[in-house]
């Protein structure tokens, strides 16, 4: 069995906003540029504040790994590095590490061309006498994180030597890994490799700085893991023994959902498949270091799509149609046991949403692993939902929604008036207005974990939602302002917590 997180021996509430969400009040973006993500600079820390000042106690958001032109944190590149969009320019440039002149190139270039220019300044300073100290730094975080760094490093230097094109139409030498053709291509593109370590550290140190800070102030950061990793990814070029791959790096099965309430055709989500055996052969080395990078980052961590460790759909690789799949069994139990060997206490939540089999439900409750409630679910006339309050355990972490729902008054808006009058009468016809009254909800609810989306606590509408599965356009780029946050706010949400014995 696995050891109980502190985290879940007391009843806490925290709030679900991914950092991009974030105000950007950075310098080199200029007071008016609508096109400004949340960094982990200033911004960050005020947040930090007022989750800190309303008594919440858990900060939750999506994967932070780099993203590709879709911006979805769900298809990264990379299962450890951070995603360099969320460096703070200001930050780096008050320490010293990047210039004046790089910081405006974001105006006049792009992001990534001043992280570019601040790499070679940042290389430059650490050669200085009083760079020595960062210096020293530096090379301690290269070498800790060479586990994944370096392939990593090099992976990013090729794509875009080869303008994004996947990494299975690279030269056979370089797709196939050729320590030779490697050796000499890490010298010619020493340039962009060292862009990659500039940020991948600048990432890092400031990512444990804002840690630090919301640990002091008794927050804690809660992470999402996808369980699968893209095929363009340097996970999957760096060690494809592990994936079902053909000879020219092709996958074999892919991942997807078998089709149901969501869609009548099912979902082809294109990741390449494990070779689950290899995996077991060693131990589960991949998925432990995986691991151990998220640990580094985040106090709790949500294992996106769960079930997949029970049994996962498998499409044929060349299909594009997902009813062609099949259900195969995956070793969930060997896997979950190495895991809590090597980090015993393992704080791990399970996503389980969607059709769940006993099998699946019986592998979280063996490993005791916490798992997921979503109140928008609930009211579908049927009393023995899982998701209605009056079915919860204390072993749930309850949510108003998630990311890839509505916002509560979004939701509540598009239900027809008997589902309203059904959840205002489930709510003892309670006089409160949505969103608040689904907040005060999942706060009454005996799951000891309540997590709430910053847009209900802002009482933002349907426009403010941050994705619609199964859709491409204006996902993932909703950002609020904190002209937005009512004075009283932080008030507001402690009295509840107090009121439902969740204030830490």
Not at 135 to 157: G, K
Not at 165 to 170: A, E, F, I, P, V
Not at 173 to 197: G, Y
Not at 357 to 365: C, G, I, P, Q, S
Request: net charge negative; aromatic share 12%; with cysteine.
């Amino acid at each position: 069995m696995a050891d109980k997180s502190p985290l879940f021996q007391r009843r806490t509430a925290g709030v679900l906003l991914h950092p991009t969400s974030l105000p950007c009040s950075e310098t080199c973006w200029g007071e008016n540029n609508k096109k400004a993500f949340g960094t982990l600079g200033k911004d960050a820390y005020y947040f930090i504040d007022l989750v800190a000042q309303a008594g919440l106690t858990i900060w939750q958001m999506l994967p932070t790994g780099p993203t590709q032109a879709d911006m979805s944190p769900y298809q990264s590149i990379s299962a450890h590095a951070g995603n360099p969009d969320l460096i703070s320019l200001d930050s780096l440039f008050e320490k010293g590490w990047i210039t004046a002149g790089d910081m405006q190139s974001v105006g006049e270039k792009s992001l990534s061309h001043a992280r570019q220019q601040g790499a070679i300044s940042f290389h430059k300073y650490i050669e200085s006498e009083a760079g020595a100290s960062t210096r020293q730094l530096f090379q301690n975080f290269c070498s800790q994180q060479n586990y994944w760094l370096d392939d990593f490093a090099l992976f990013s230097a090729l794509r875009t030597e080869f303008n994004g094109s996947s990494w299975n139409t690279w030269p056979w030498d370089l797709r196939k890994r050729n320590s030779k053709a490697l050796e000499k291509i890490r010298t010619q593109l020493k340039a962009a490799i060292d862009t990659v370590l500039f940020e991948q550290f600048a990432f890092f140190s400031q990512w444990q700085a804002l840690k630090q800070y919301a640990n002091e102030k008794g927050v804690s950061l809660f992470g999402d893991m996808p369980i699968f990793v893209g095929h363009d990814s340097a996970d999957v070029w760096a060690q494809q023994h592990y994936f079902q791959l053909d000879e020219e790096g092709n996958p074999l099965t892919v991942a997807g959902v078998p089709p149901d309430y969501f869609s009548e055709t099912g979902q082809h989500w294109g990741n390449p498949h494990y070779a689950w055996e290899v995996m077991a052969a060693d131990g589960f080395q991949w998925w432990l270091a995986r691991l151990r990078t998220q640990l580094q980052l985040f106090d709790l961590i949500r294992i996106d799509h769960f079930r997949g460790f029970e049994a996962y759909w498998e499409i044929p690789g060349k299909s594009h149609d997902a009813r062609l799949g099949k259900w195969v069994k995956a070793p969930g139990e060997a896997f979950l046991q190495a895991c809590f060997e090597a980090y015993p206490g393992l704080p791990l939540v399970a996503e389980n949403l969607g059709v769940i089999t006993d099998e699946v439900e019986a592998l979280r409750n063996q490993f005791e692993l916490p798992g997921m409630l979503v109140l928008q679910f609930a009211f579908d006339g049927n009393t023995s939902n899982p998701h209605l309050p009056h079915n919860h355990t204390r072993n749930d972490v309850i949510y108003t929604g998630t990311h890839d729902n509505d916002t509560t008054v979004g939701w509540f808006a598009t239900l027809s008036d008997a589902n309203r009058q059904q959840v205002k009468q489930y709510c003892f016809n309670s006089a409160d207005e949505m969103p608040w009254l689904l907040i005060e909800a999942a706060l009454a609810s005996v799951g000891r974990m309540a997590i709430i989306p910053m847009q209900d606590f802002l009482e933002l509408d349907g426009g403010h939602r941050m994705n619609m599965p199964g859709t491409t356009d204006k996902n993932w780029v909703w950002t609020f302002s904190w002209d937005q946050v009512d004075p009283t706010l932080a008030e507001r949400i402690r009295q509840l917590l107090t009121t439902y014995n969740r204030l830490s």
